[in-house]
């Protein structure tokens, strides 16, 4: 059998995603308190891959340390390190020595695809073409790089283009033989300075060579803005199977899919699920409502929160109005001061403060 190897992309900066990634790596965000890359490492992983690239960039410290040397996910990972946010195809070109003669998937590393890839891998090594897309229908094509068909066959690809020819957007999983490292030489740099993705495959096309496409009818999403962000926290809470490992006292109301982790204290609080308490959180007084991820050491009390992601070690305590749709960042202190309830919606730094007047 021949050997396939992985390479996922974890380099951007992560500037839709500010001021949370001013000190995070976005791909470390968490949804559903596990961070983005680490679903892509499993989705990789369950394809039957096991030896795998890492591209990083500035935040590669933060991604070194969370996912080590791979073992704990049952891979072996090897880090690239790209020295600019250079374009996608300049990712896969730094990632040549890595890959070898072996064929291999890209993955973008804040890509979450629900349903994963084995099925796709499957169909690349039995089909053996030089390059195979994911494709998914989106209502919204002039947002995304668009692929047009003839049968299975790729044809043409148009990044964000103002008239589409059809809806077909391109999702964050390439499959490559070699023959793309000579695409990633031949192109050249687009408008923002970039070698693109699709322009290497556009190459492949002209060239003649076989570029195949399957077109995903689960769920996928590019986590890169606050909306998404919250949207995949939703899809993956929703298929979450109810857990306690904390305690939740007598008063406490509990509807839905729950999961509160080891350490973690409820008391006197409605929890309407899906949504998850990570370990040695405290929720007292509270309503947490559906699609929410509480992480680690949090407290939330004399509060209601709902479909929202609050990140590690963060207090949020009698705020007078319900915080809905917000991204909280670590070591965030939220507090009320007045007796004048509103709604409330945040994207907030880490060991940031906010006091409600």
Not at 74 to 101: M, N, R
Not at 257 to 278: T, W
Not at 283 to 300: D, K, L, R
Request: glycine residues 10%.
């Amino acid at each position: 059998m021949i050997e396939i190897k992985a390479v996922i992309l974890s380099g951007g900066k992560g500037t839709r995603l500010r001021p949370i990634t001013h000190t995070s790596a976005k791909q470390l965000v968490p949804v559903a308190n596990k961070p983005i890359l680490f679903y892509g490492i499993e989705a990789i992983r369950d394809a039957g891959i096991t030896d795998i690239g890492i591209v990083v960039g500035e935040t590669a410290g933060e991604i070194k340390a969370a996912v080590g040397d791979g073992k704990k996910f049952g891979v072996s990972v090897t880090y690239i390190q790209q020295e600019a946010p250079l374009g996608l195809a300049h990712a896969v070109k730094i990632s040549k020595d890595f890959v070898g003669g072996d064929r291999f998937v890209v993955y973008l590393g804040d890509n979450l695809i629900t349903d994963g890839v084995a099925g796709f891998v499957k169909q690349f090594e039995a089909n053996a073409p030089n390059c195979q897309i994911l494709l998914a229908h989106v209502p919204n094509p002039e947002s995304f790089g668009v692929a047009e068909l003839d049968g299975e066959r790729v044809v043409r690809l148009v990044e964000k283009p103002k008239e589409p020819k059809t809806d077909l957007a391109l999702v964050g999983v390439y499959m490559f033989d070699e023959s793309v490292f000579e695409a990633a030489e031949a192109i050249e740099p687009s408008g923002r300075g970039e070698l693109e993705i699709t322009d290497a495959i556009q190459y492949l096309i002209e060239k003649g060579r076989d570029v195949r496409c399957q077109i995903i009818t689960g769920w996928w999403k590019d986590t890169g803005k606050l909306q998404d962000m919250l949207e995949a926290n939703r899809m993956v809470l929703g298929r979450l199977e109810s857990r306690i490992e904390g305690e939740i006292d007598q008063k406490t109301q509990v509807d839905g899919q729950v999961v509160v982790g080891k350490g973690a204290r409820v008391e006197n609080s409605i929890l309407r699920g899906p949504l998850i308490i990570g370990e040695n959180s405290t929720i007292v007084n509270a309503y947490v409502g559906p699609f929410t991820s509480i992480n680690y050491n949090c407290e939330i009390r004399g509060s209601e929160v709902e479909h929202s992601i609050i990140l590690e070690n963060s207090r949020i305590v009698d705020v007078g109005g319900r915080i809905e749709s917000s991204l909280v960042g670590k070591n965030v202190v939220i507090e009320k001061h007045s007796r004048r309830p509103r709604a409330y919606k945040f994207m907030v730094g880490d060991y940031s403060r906010i006091e409600l007047e």
